[in-house]
């Protein structure tokens, strides 16, 4: 997708004593519902997901944000585990279509852990939800590290074993397991090289602020001994009413064994396979992304 060239405005809204830091681009209420996007992570950023502001071109206005503890959004360093919890980004969302008055007409566009919240919230069946993407999103990550072990056992000899023994003695921090979780994120993150700018923006502010990430998913996409590492919504999603689009990457690290609950068990749900891309294919696919998506987005009416 390439740079809309549409207004853009940005602020923040209030969030408890915090604040959650939002864009816009286009013009709210003028015809067509909001697209809404859900960054992943926990403990990312919107940078990534930043070209899906050109839906704003087709009419559709794209607000994105920063969940709290990252980006633009109130950074809290000092929070323990206990603190980040997917109730707290649900609390987030729901403040931040309050704040902006969208709950009557929109549409969420969540990304990998973006999209399982993006879930959660469609099966508590909001009156203004018009429509769903849940993108390279895993139903649990129950089912995740499980997937997670068959993409490591495939990986170049030794790269596991170094990861392993990283991972065992507590130093993940190290350049040397650095090195051999690129070799995995190369396959199964992004395939493309170099990483686009706004990739890498994104992975480095994770980086420089690693709170969310660390406490929630862990050290890496595929050593998750965070809070989240039980979690997850198959148990909800069969209560989600609204149009339903699953996108995922041929050699995406969320498999298709990750993603399949969604389709077993939403009602109104299409699967849509990158065949070319790993866990970015708005980035690695941006045409066919573009495509698939605006057409989604007519069918909703």
């Known amino acids: 997708m390439t740079s809309p060239a549409a207004l853009q405005t940005k602020g923040t809204v209030p969030f408890g004593e915090h604040k959650t830091w939002y864009r816009v681009t286009g013009t709210l209420g003028a015809g067509r519902p909001a697209v809404v996007v859900l960054h992943g992570g926990p403990g990312s950023t919107h940078d990534y997901l930043v070209g899906l502001a050109a839906l704003a071109q087709h009419g559709w206005p794209v607000v994105h944000y920063d969940q709290l503890g990252n980006g633009g959004s109130t950074h809290l360093p000092d929070k323990g585990a206990e603190f980040w ?34 879930a959660l919230h469609a099966s508590a069946r909001p009156e203004g939800l018009r429509g769903l993407v849940v993108a390279d999103a895993p139903a649990s990550y129950r089912l995740w590290l499980r997937e997670m072990r068959v993409l490591r056992g495939r990986l170049p000899d030794g790269v596991d074993e170094t990861l392993r023994r990283h991972e065992a003695a507590g130093t993940t921090d190290s350049q040397e397991y650095f090195d051999a979780m690129m070799v995995f994120y190369n396959r199964h993150v992004c395939t493309l090289d170099p990483w686009p700018r706004e990739f890498v923006a994104t992975f480095m502010e994770i980086y420089n602020d690693p709170t969310v990430y660390y406490a929630m998913n862990g050290p890496s996409e595929f050593h998750v001994i965070g809070s989240l590492r039980d979690w997850g919504v198959e148990d909800r999603v069969a209560d989600i009413e609204v149009p339903t689009l699953l996108i995922s990457g041929r050699h995406d690290e969320a498999t298709p064994a990750t993603v399949r609950p969604y389709f077993d068990l939403i009602p109104d749900v299409r699967w849509e396979v990158f065949e070319e891309s790993s866990h970015t294919p708005h980035l690695e696919e941006p045409e066919r992304f573009r495509q698939v998506l605006i057409e989604f987005l007519k069918g909703l009416g």
């Open 85 to 118: 919890t997917p109730q707290l980004f649900l609390d987030e969302l729901d403040n931040l279509l309050l704040r902006l008055d969208l709950r009557d007409d929109y549409v969420l566009v969540g990304q990998s852990w973006g999209g399982m919240l993006a």
